[in-house]
């Protein structure tokens, strides 16, 4: 006899262009994130942003883009596509007419359009301003003056418009949200570089054998921990009753569940909070203030006021953020227009109420795991002397755009499989068989 043979793991056609296609678009970003801009000198932008106090900002955003210190084509990343879209959603919880939008599909495809306008006009704007600090710095431009500073801004602010274009191709042509999956194909870019770095401190014996397999087996953990909390949620039971519709139709009581997720508020608060506790540094090299300066050396990447202030505000734009994109009171009325309930809980206010108290509690947990995952490798990475490269950032971000991915190429996958059983054209019924013409 021979043993029955496993099934190869293949992928349907369609599936296998729209991961083709999303590889293709991802390695097209990286090639225009390693095309300097015209007429900039890169290693003198580079030296003079590295020795600055502006090097968090740079940094944060070389994260998530196209290497702004570096004055590649794409060097505004999606960053502003990302600024007009919080922008929007923020505004959308104050204005009722937004907010009302939001839940419209027509409203939605006009907010869509509304945001490319406003990412062009941040783009310009980020691009000239880019521009100006690019001709302070001595030896940056080789020959300042109108026609360099009108081809700069024209070129980073198309390169920003192709980029948002490119990932919205993905999204739609590709498989995953295009805009994370940038993010995180420049975030893993950036491992590896990080890895020969730390093998060469190890050789030159500035780190110890023992500080690096630590360093990693702290990173590894993080990984993990993160994982566990991105798919962690608090299930609140529903339950639909019977209901008899219309010409002796009966829909079917159910038991479902409303899943509200540990970090509902996902990265957002990290990025708020480091955004606001770099300003002071950023502010003071373009400023030259002192006083700047001494509050941005206060708030130095591993003190104790830096870990306090960062925590205390993360915490606060969890709850911020949160609220914004969960909306209780919206939940609570599709609840109650389906008919269905909370066991225990009367239907309408109660319920709204009940869903924000579950909210509270589980926000605090999850704000303080963000913020301990953003500040224990930058405490680690300063014990054992290496340059973090891969933190708790972007961590979240990598590991949560990498699971809604593969998210997307299950139901893929499962959708196939189901059309494949009503391929066959015939339906069984209770005692007799239908064939469709």
Request: charged letters at 15%; aromatic letters at 10%; zero cysteines.
């Amino acid at each position: 006899m021979t043993a029955p043979s496993t099934p190869a793991f293949n992928f349907d056609p369609e599936l296998k262009r729209k991961l083709l296609f999303t590889a293709l678009a991802l390695l097209l970003y990286r090639i225009g994130a390693h095309i300097a801009a015209p007429g900039v000198n890169v290693q003198a932008l580079s030296d003079f942003i590295r020795n600055s106090a502006a090097a968090g900002f740079f940094g944060l955003y070389d994260m998530l883009g196209g290497g702004l210190s570096r004055a590649t084509v794409f060097a505004l990343g999606i960053m502003p596509y990302i600024s007009a879209s919080i922008i929007f959603q923020l505004v959308g919880g104050v204005v009722p007419t937004i907010g009302k939008m939001q839940k419209e599909e027509e409203g939605r495809k006009t907010l869509t359009q509304w945001t490319r306008y406003m990412t062009v006009f941040i783009a310009f704007a980020q691009a000239y301003t880019f521009t100006l600090f690019t001709e302070s710095i001595p030896g940056a431009v080789a020959n300042p003056g109108f026609a360099s500073r009108t081809v700069m801004v024209v070129t980073l602010t198309v390169g920003a418009i192709f980029v948002m274009w490119l990932g919205e191709q993905i999204t739609e042509r590709g498989i995953g949200n295009g805009m994370s999956l940038l993010i995180t194909f420049s975030i893993l870019e950036r491992l590896w570089p990080g890895m020969l770095q730390l093998f060469s401190l190890i050789k030159g014996g500035v780190v110890s054998p023992i500080g690096a397999l630590f360093y990693l087996a702290v990173l590894v953990a993080v990984i993990a921990l993160t994982t566990m909390m991105t798919i962690a949620a608090r299930r609140i039971p529903i339950q639909i009753p019977r209901k008899v519709m219309g010409r002796g139709r009966i829909r079917e009581g159910q038991k479902t569940f409303i899943p509200i997720r540990l970090l509902t508020a996902s990265v957002m608060p990290i990025i708020f909070a480091q955004t606001i506790i770099i300003v002071p540094g950023t502010v003071a090299s373009f400023t030259k203030s002192p006083l700047l300066r001494d509050v941005a050396g206060f708030f130095n990447p591993g003190s104790l006021p830096y870990s306090i202030v960062f925590s205390v505000m993360v915490l606060l734009f969890s709850y911020f953020y949160t609220s914004i994109i969960f909306n209780s009171v919206d939940v609570a009325e599709n609840l109650k227009k389906q008919g269905g309930f909370i066991p225990g809980v009367k239907p309408g206010a109660s319920t709204a109420d009940y869903i924000d108290d579950v909210l509270v509690r589980i926000t605090l947990p999850g704000a303080i795991f963000l913020a301990g995952i953003a500040l224990i490798p930058i405490f680690i990475s300063a014990q054992i002397g290496v340059q973090q490269q891969f933190g708790g950032t972007s961590v979240l971000i990598v590991v949560g755009t990498l699971l809604d991915t593969l998210s997307q190429v299950e139901q893929h996958r499962q959708l196939r499989k189901y059309d494949g059983f009503m391929k066959s054209g015939r339906v069984k019924f209770r005692g007799r068989q239908q064939r469709f013409i």
